[in-house]
Antibody, heavy 118, light 108 residues
Framework: QVQLQESGPGLVKPSETLSLTCTVSGGSISSYYWSWIRQPPGKGLEWIGF???????DYNPSLKSRVTISLDTSKNQFSLKVSSVTAADTAVYYCASSPWGWYYFDYWGQGSLVTVSS | ETVLTQSPGTLALSPGERATLSCRAS???????IAWYQQKPGQAPRLLIY???SRATGVPDRFSGSGSGTDFSLTISRLEPEDFAVYYCQQYGNVPRTFGQGTKVEIK
């Protein structure tokens, strides 16, 4: 069973770049699609983007200009960067997996709260 | 973008009762690519249903999904105490993938 664990700073200043890493265990990083999803406090879920084993990506158009997702197969990790953050980017950020060829989310990390504040 | 509207916003029921949650899409969702998730406070969402009606591994058979086109539903046949939570639908047939705003099932 795939297990995912997010890591990264819990506090980011406005206009800076948010960076998170997801470490994958219990499954091959080549066998799944990998995603980031976020949830502002008390609100619903927003898909941020996918990365595939090939390294190609697919982003939500609403965030595309500020988001980069990358993959490090040697470490079984994938990462998220969101640039020029504002308070509206404050959220719990989840990493998640999707079965190869599908776009629903079968395994999730526990989530990492990132607060944007000076 | 495909907007998913879930109703009702809150459903107040007693254990043992039947719960029916609705998810309506602003445009047809191809091949019934709808998933349902359960989220409890402080926890990550858990996949319940994919492909509109297929239960994920380990999901009790009191959970069932149905629907096609733009109208989908999740039914919990008999509510157990652990089923009181927020439920989200998600469509993955159209880009970008989107979620509904959630339905909270609370104890009456």
């Amino acid at each position: 069973q795939v297990q995912l664990q997010e890591s990264g700073p819990g506090l980011v200043k406005p206009s800076e770049t948010l960076s998170l890493t997801c470490t994958v265990s219990g499954g091959s990083i080549s066998s799944y699609y990998w995603s980031w999803i976020r949830q502002p406090p008390g609100k619903g879920l927003e898909w941020i983007g996918f990365i595939y084993y090939s390294g190609s990506t697919d982003y939500n158009p609403s965030l595309k200009s500020r988001v980069t997702i990358s993959l490090d197969t040697s470490k079984n990790q994938f990462s998220l960067k969101v640039s020029s953050v504002t308070a509206a980017d404050t959220a719990v950020y989840y990493c998640a997996s999707s079965p190869w060829g599908w776009y629903y989310f079968d395994y999730w990390g526990q989530g990492s709260l990132v607060t944007v504040s000076s | 973008e495909t907007v998913l509207t879930q109703s009702p916003g809150t459903l107040a029921l007693s254990p043992g009762e039947r719960a029916t949650l609705s998810c309506r899409a602003s445009q047809s969702v191809s091949s019934s690519y709808i998933a349902w998730y359960q989220q409890k406070p402080g926890q990550a969402p858990r996949l319940l249903i994919y492909g509109a009606s297929s239960r994920a591994t380990g999901v009790p058979d009191r959970f069932s999904g149905s629907g096609s086109g733009t109208d989908f539903s999740l039914t919990i046949s008999r509510l157990e105490p652990e089923d009181f939570a927020v439920y989200y639908c998600q469509q993955y047939g159209n880009v970008p993938r989107t979620f509904g705003q959630g339905t909270k099932v609370e104890i009456k």
